[in-house]
């Protein structure tokens, strides 16, 4: 039984997420199986590296399945290249060991956040920004970034309840000004629902003198949920890449 690696990029403004979902085709797991259980002649689940929430986009969404028929990559490639939708595009398509789990396998995640700063229009990057004009201050952003970095019990950072821990390890926060955009790039081992877009909401309000600095330091204390920062939409947000060992 053959295994494969997909690497998968997509415009997520139409979908809702990348989970299948029941009464739907407008997911992106739903999608790449329906072309890949027409390519194979059999039903085919696809596992991702991460559920992306509705609106969120990918530039390097890992995914990985199992077939009972040996299908050359090149074949599997252009079938989802000919049949995906145009905003659904199959970057690499390969062979994996056998016991290769797209999520499981996983040790570092990368997303990035993108939040236009102007009232100036952006007619071509508006599905892929959050535009909130404003004046922030990016070295305390940058402080405070230094705060969340390293393991931590993000609790506070995350929008669903849960007896399962909430510590994660994120490695680096770059946070970026080109022109009017303000980028927010989160490298860890993992997130928790919604994490990324709560831990840029909170930065905002920093950056903008909403929120005083020491209150990272709070957050990560323990605090709840309705302490941290808003959550920012999901149209800014893009998974960048997935690294495995």
Known sequence: MPSYRLILEYDGSRYRGWQRLPGTDMTIQGKVEAV???AFGEPIEVQGSGRTDAGVHALGQTASFRAERDLEPAAVLEALRRYLPEDIGAVSADYAPPRFHARLSAVEK???YRVWTTEAPCVFLRRFVYVLPGRYDLSVMERAARLLEGTRDFRAFSAVKTDKSTVRTLSRIDVTQTGDEL???YTA????HRMVRILT???LEIGRGDRPLESVTELLA???RSAAG???PAKGLCLMEVRYE
């Open 222 to 224: 323990g605090e709840a």
């Open 183 to 185: 980028d927010f790039t």
């Open 201 to 203: 909401g909170t930065l």
């Open 36 to 38: 890949l259980t027409r």
């Open 230 to 232: 808003f959550t920012v």
């Open 110 to 112: 990368t997303y990035r």
């Open 189 to 192: 081992d993992g997130f928790l």
